[in-house]
């Protein structure tokens, strides 16, 4: 596949033309900087007309937000530089909406440093850039939730979310802005202290909101009837707001995920104070929105390995199907398209050629490439990956991934252990820049769905609860053992490495479930259960909310103060290391607090155990910028190699 790779020059107006197939040779061992760079190209929108393309592309640290004309030059951009530019929305065909966060402390606020959102506005014409929710009275310039785009009387309207200040305590206020005349108006229908979230239909009228009590953990439903809000539905949710996902197949009914009295999820959609329970043979954990209509479509899951998207009527179906085709063996994601759905932006994964962006005219019948979104990741640079399966010791059937060492026997190989975060996330097939670059090295690496994980049914889900640093944690251990027993990995060369949960795991492999492994590296993982549940909670200004109640349930603790969190928490249990450890955490990390890597230091440095520190200045839970995310990729690598050489 030939793709034309974008680069922003000095004015983000420049398009460089290379190949991220190049035919030169490569060097035995990749450069680490083509994996551990931020991505090329972070995301692609179309404009609602279907004319233009709006990319957010990086080089280096700078990111830059550029718009393109569909087939022809470049028509203009923005230097954001290191800001974190979160996303891009076409508000019309004249104005893009970009999100960007921070980490910051307010002044007058309680509790700790937060990250904030915020939204502004840029006309791609006029060149101007204007920062949304600006000296609005008692309120903040942040935004919560989704923003709404609408278009009435051929006006571009966007309605935020927002922080408003009653009595001293901050609601979720809508507010409605028209980005043409550049006015901001706040919308109080009867706003109460737990609004959770608002619902615009698209004549922009706001026809629901949601509230969520968290001390009670209840959720309610309501929605404007003849004039009137009326609650709806009301429901116990202790582990979070159902909040809304949109609206239903007539664009006008309103959708939420519940659950069942088995914990089921299904989808509910309310028509007025009646409602209906779409049918759960549809397996939708993703839902497709007519983006002119708003209407449902259909929706998208990934059951296993398999990418499956789902329409309700033939002709889309039909449509989509024709997409998926042009890149057969490929999976496909939907980025996104025109109102019309006749152009379409997808997100093509390659076993071969990585991950790469591309247009498809529907009307047309043709299919372009718009860019590589990791740069100078050629094939050569790509090891092989497989779809595995194992049996953890108690019988429970545990899949995942493991990626070979390009062009190495797979036998007795070092291996690292790559657990993911969450705990209730998964790992998924296709191109992951972490294992890539471990594998690139020399090592075998195993990305296990422990138990707990999601996409996996609910009962899957179910049995991680209570094995927080127990069965979750031997689930990877077990797979380790599967893999030396076929002979693919020497298991006395065997890593463990992790972010945020999986930095948990990597530190649970030295103290909790010992002889397993080499070294361990954490990057941002908890190490005292109790503390970080306690952060929680100051984050919450000192509530127990569904966030604590959501930890308690996988760590099986009563509460705060129960003592078997000690017992599964590695800061408690630092004398019991024996294998070398290296912490790596963001400074600015908002969801793991840096204080959790300190605390594991201090606690192996008193046990007189060898540790290793690294400070990501500036760097958050995600790992957003470029130089920090390379350096703890490189700090990882060194670390790995000395003391589990893959030579």
């Keep these: 596949m030939l793709k034309t790779i974008l680069a922003a020059g000095a004015a983000c107006c420049a398009l460089l033309s290379a190949s991220a197939h190049a035919a030169d040779a490569p060097a035995a061992k990749p450069n680490l900087a083509i994996y551990g760079q931020l991505p090329n190209i972070e995301e692609v929108e179309i404009s609602p007309d279907g004319s233009k393309l709006a990319l957010i592309v990086t080089t280096g640290e700078q990111r830059f937000l550029m718009i393109r004309q569909v087939g022809g030059g470049v028509l203009g951009g923005i230097n954001a530089g290191p800001t974190?530019?979160?996303?891009?929305?076409?508000?019309?065909?004249?104005h893009l909406l970009l999100i960007t966060s921070q980490t910051s402390d307010v002044i007058g606020l309680?509790?700790?440093?937060?990250?904030?959102?915020m939204a502004s506005t840029f006309n791609w014409k006029t060149k101007k850039q204007t920062l949304l929710l600006r000296n609005q009275e008692s309120a903040m310039n942040v935004i919560i939730g989704a923003p709404m785009v609408r278009t009435i009387n051929n006006e571009p309207v966007v309605f935020l979310e927002g922080i408003h200040f009653l009595s001293n305590q901050g609601v979720d206020m809508l507010y409605r802005v028209n980005l043409r005349s550049n006015t901001t108006r706040m919308m109080d229908y009867g706003v109460r202290l737990d609004t959770d979230g608002w619902l615009v239909d698209v004549k922009g009228d706001p026809v629901a909101t949601t509230l969520y009590d968290t001390k009670r953990g209840q959720w309610s439903l309501r929605m404007k009837l003849q004039g009137g809000?009326?609650?709806?539905?009301?429901?116990?949710?202790?582990?979070?707001?159902?909040?809304?996902?949109?609206?239903?197949?007539?664009?006008?009914?309103v959708l939420v995920w519940r659950t069942d009295d088995k914990n089921k999820s299904f989808l509910r959609e309310y028509t007025g104070d009646k409602h209906t329970d779409l049918p759960n043979d549809l397996d939708l954990s993703g839902l497709i929105h007519d983006p002119a209509t708003l209407a449902l479509l259909g929706g998208v899951t990934l059951k296993g390995d398999d990418l499956t998207y789902t329409f309700f009527d033939e002709a889309s179906q039909k449509a989509w199907n024709a997409v998926v085709k042009a890149f057969k063996g490929d999976r496909v994601h939907l980025a996104s398209w025109s109102n019309d759905r006749k152009r379409v932006v997808v997100l093509v994964d390659s076993a071969e050629s990585g991950q790469a962006y591309a247009l498809v005219d529907l009307t047309s019948k043709?299919?372009?490439?718009?860019?590589?979104?990791?740069?100078?990741?050629?094939?050569?640079?790509i090891s092989p990956v497989r779809s595995i399966k194992y049996k953890a010791a108690d019988g429970l059937e545990i899949t995942g991934y493991l990626t070979l060492p390009k062009g190495r026997d797979p036998k007795n190989l070092p291996l690292i252990v790559l657990p993911h975060g969450?705990?209730?996330g998964r790992d998924e097939p296709g191109f992951?820049?972490?294992?890539?670059?471990?594998?690139?090295?020399?090592?075998?690496?195993?990305?296990?769905?422990?138990?707990?994980?999601?996409?996996?049914?609910?009962d899957f889900v179910k049995a991680g609860f209570g094995e927080w640093g127990k069965k979750m944690q031997t689930d990877l251990s077990d797979g380790v053992r599967d893999l030396a027993k076929q002979g693919i990995i020497d298991p006395k060369r065997v890593c463990i490495v992790g972010a945020s949960y999986g930095g948990y795991a990597a530190l649970a492999g030295a103290t909790l479930d010992r002889g397993v492994y080499r070294c361990a590296v954490s990057v941002a993982g908890p190490s005292d259960l109790k503390k970080m549940l306690l952060s929680v909670r100051e984050a919450n200004n000192g509530e127990t909310?569904?966030?604590?109640?959501?930890?308690?349930r996988f760590m099986g603790a009563d509460g705060i103060k129960d003592p078997d969190l000690a017992t599964v928490s590695p800061a408690k249990l630092a004398d019991r290391v024996e294998a070398p450890i290296l912490l790596i955490h963001g400074k600015d990390d908002t969801v793991v607090r840096y204080d959790q890597s300190q605390a594991m230091a201090d606690a192996l440095r008193k046990a007189g155990k060898p540790v290793n520190f690294i400070t990501l200045d500036g760097e958050d839970h995600w790992l957003s910028r470029g130089s920090t995310r390379l350096k703890m990729l490189s700090e990882t690598v060194a670390f790995v190699e000395k003391h589990n050489p893959p030579d």
């Design 366 to 381: 043709q299919a372009s490439w718009l860019g590589d979104v990791y740069q100078g990741v050629t094939p050569d640079a």
């Design 422 to 424: 969450g705990p209730e």
């Design 84 to 94: 974190k530019l979160r996303g891009v929305t076409w508000a019309g065909d004249d």
């Design 545 to 552: 909310g569904s966030s604590q109640r959501y930890w308690l």
């Design 229 to 253: 809000w009326k609650t709806v539905d009301e429901a116990d949710a202790p582990m979070g707001s159902y909040g809304m996902a949109g609206f239903g197949r007539d664009g006008k009914s």
């Design 110 to 117: 309680s509790g700790p440093a937060r990250e904030y959102y």
């Design 432 to 458: 992951d820049w972490w294992s890539q670059a471990m594998a690139s090295r020399g090592y075998a690496v195993l990305q296990p769905n422990f138990r707990g994980s999601e996409g996996f049914g609910w």
